[in-house]
């Protein structure tokens, strides 16, 4: 029942700043996180970031700690993904996806997941 959607992605040069957003709906809507994804086409898709919906604490890979800041605007189920300082391996097609599970860095926890929005950094 809950649907969640992408979009922001776009072509942006490298050092240079995306913010994804994902929207979800669903009257049964109540996750324990919001995650963020991303994979390039022929590998494995890979943890970007989560929030936990209720208390707000974040997570990140450590290949974009520092660079990307997840956050929540409960009122419109709406994450976000503030991405700076990008580079040109942060290509991919960004996914964000909801879990009622507390392993929030773990792929197979999640139970719903977007349709994607690309980003692309150029060099």
């Known amino acids: 029942q809950v649907q969640l959607v992408e979009s922001g992605g776009g072509l942006v040069q490298a050092g240079g700043s995306l913010r994804l957003s994902c929207a979800a709906s669903?009257?049964?809507?109540?996750?324990?996180?919001l995650g963020w994804f991303r994979q390039v086409p022929g590998k494995e898709r890979e943890f970007v970031a989560a929030?936990?919906?209720?208390?707000?604490?974040?997570y990140y890979a450590d290949s974009v700690k520092g660079r990307f800041t997840i956050s929540r605007d409960n009122a419109e189920s709406t994450v976000y993904l503030q991405m700076n300082g990008l580079k040109p391996e942060d290509t991919a097609v960004y996914y964000c996806?909801?879990?009622?599970?507390?392993?929030?860095?773990?792929?197979?926890?999640?139970?719903?997941w977007g349709q994607g929005t690309q980003v692309t950094v150029s060099s």
């Open positions: 669903g009257r049964t809507f109540s996750p324990y996180a």
């Open positions: 996806a909801a879990s009622r599970s507390i392993l929030v860095r773990t792929m197979p926890a999640y139970d719903y």
């Open positions: 929030i936990t919906w209720t208390g707000g604490r974040t």
